[in-house]
């Protein structure tokens, strides 16, 4: 079955530096999504990936979709303690009924060191 | 409040007992997703349905449990027999999925299991 990865697990960064996760699906994806979970919350759409190559920008936060549509990356540009959280993407493998599931990824815990 | 409610937040059972967990997603949403999280782990699909139709349920869900959506509204989620393993948040998700689009999924404030 689908599987989605993420690297790394676990980020650690003094606050004003960069962040990226990456992700990675065994198949290719109609679309990728990014959640964002704060401790103890639910996990929160951040936004979504539809076309191969696709760049999208949230103020300091960057996405991108891989060509072949079985990657995606997360950037965060001089991070900032309200950026705390757990950052999962979530795909939906492409298919020809377009009724796939959402896989989610093993998620990247960023901390901010003050 | 329209977004997603579960019921109930918190259920803490003996193990043997069953449990049921409610969902009720935004009114106009045709799909509904449930996850299981554990500490630290991404949402771990269990099963899913467009309307009243269940169209998946993981391979790694046992006979134990079983989901439901009469009329393509709320759905129930039911553990029989639990087990220690069992515990876990328990998510619902709804989305708005008009064919060929997929759409961002909201979800609930989750059902904590404690099996004890």
């Known amino acids: 079955g689908q599987q989605v990865m993420q690297i790394p697990q676990y980020q650690h960064v003094q606050e004003g530096e960069d962040f990226t996760t990456y992700c990675n699906s065994s198949?290719?994806?109609?679309?990728i999504q990014w959640y964002k979970q704060r401790p103890g919350g639910h996990p929160v759409f951040l936004i979504q990936l539809v076309k191969s190559g696709e760049v999208k920008k949230q103020k300091r936060l960057t996405f991108q979709f891989g060509e072949a549509k079985k990657n995606s990356s997360l950037h965060i540009t001089a991070t900032q303690t309200t950026d705390v959280g757990t950052y999962f993407c979530?795909?939906?493998?492409?298919?020809?009924?377009?009724?796939?599931?959402?896989?989610f990824g093993t998620g990247t815990r960023l901390t901010i060191i003050p | 409040d329209t977004g997603v409610s579960q019921n109930p937040r918190h259920k803490i059972t003996k193990r043997g007992q069953n449990v049921t967990f409610r969902c009720d997603p935004i009114s106009e949403h045709n799909r509904l997703y449930w996850y299981r999280q554990t500490l630290g782990q991404g949402p771990e699909f269990l099963t899913y349905f467009q309307n009243e139709a269940q169209l998946e349920k993981s391979r790694l869900l046992s006979d134990r449990f079983s989901a439901e959506r009469p009329k393509g509204s709320f759905s129930t989620l039911e553990i029989q027999r639990t087990e220690q393993g069992d515990s876990a948040m328990y998510l619902c998700a709804s989305s708005l999925n008009p064919p060929g689009l997929n759409t961002e999924a909201f979800f609930g404030q989750g059902t904590r299991l404690t099996v004890v």
């Open positions: 979530a795909g939906q493998e492409e298919s020809n009924f377009g009724n796939e599931k959402l896989t």
């Open positions: 198949t290719t994806l109609s679309n």
